[in-house]
C-alpha cells in the first residue's frame, strides 16, 4: 500500500484530520467495531451492512470486506476513497468519498460513522466539513449529495447546517424493513458561500495525476 495515491490524502482541520484508511488504520479501527461503537438508535443503515451483524467476529471481517471492495473499484467515474478519522490522533470513525459519474458530472455522495465515545461533540459536521472541502477545493466537484433515514437526526442536521437543500425523498430497506430516505444536494455555489479557510489539504496533487492516469 506504501505510495499508494488514493490512499495518501490528507485532510486537515483545526479539530480532527481525514487519513487514508490503509490497513493499518482499518486495524485501529476495528475495535470499535468490533465492540459495536459504530451502531446507533433508530437503526441509520440500509441493507445490506455488516454492522448490523451481531456475531462481533463476523461484523469485523464483512466490515473489512466491504472496505476492500470499495478500495478495489477505481476509476476516473466512479471511486471511493475510505478515511479514517483521527481526533488528537486517535481514530474515532470513518468518513467515506463515493465519486459517481466524477468525471463527467463531478458528482458524489458522502458515508460516516463515528463512535459513541465522541458523539455530540459536532465531530460529525466536522469531518464533513473536511470531506467537501477535499471535494470542491481539492478535486473541482460539482456537486454533493447525502441522504439518510428520516429519523436519523444527527446525520440530517449536519447535512442541513452545512448547507445542503432538501433533494426529494425515497423508501429503502434497513433490518428488513421499509423506511423513509431523505436526499440532499450541496452545489459547488453553495459551498462556496460558506467556505472555510482553516482546512489544509496534502497528497491531492499526487492523486488527481493518478486519477488522469486511468
Known sequence: MIGYPPLQIRVKTPR??????????????????????VFAEPAPYDDPMSFYESD????????LQSVWRGR?????????????????????GMQDLIAEKFDSCGTFSSFSWLSTDVRGRGLGTEMRSALLHLAFAGLGA???????FVDNIGSNKVSETLGYEHNGVEWDIRRGEPGLIQR??????SWEAGRRDDIELSGV???????SHH
Open 16 to 37: 480532527l484530520e481525514l487519513v487514508g484508511a490503509d490497513d493499518a488504520m482499518l486495524a485501529a479501527l476495528a475495535p470499535l467495531v468490533r465492540e459495536g461503537k
Open 56 to 63: 462481533p467476529d463476523v461484523r469485523v471481517s464483512r466490515w
Open 72 to 92: 478495489g473499484r477505481f476509476s476516473p467515474a466512479e471511486f471511493r476513497l475510505g478515511f479514517a478519522v483521527l481526533v488528537d490522533g486517535e481514530g474515532v
Open 142 to 148: 460539482r456537486e454533493a449529495g447525502s441522504d439518510a
Open 184 to 189: 440532499w444536494r450541496l452545489t459547488r455555489e
Open 205 to 211: 496533487d499526487d492523486f488527481r495525476t493518478f486519477l
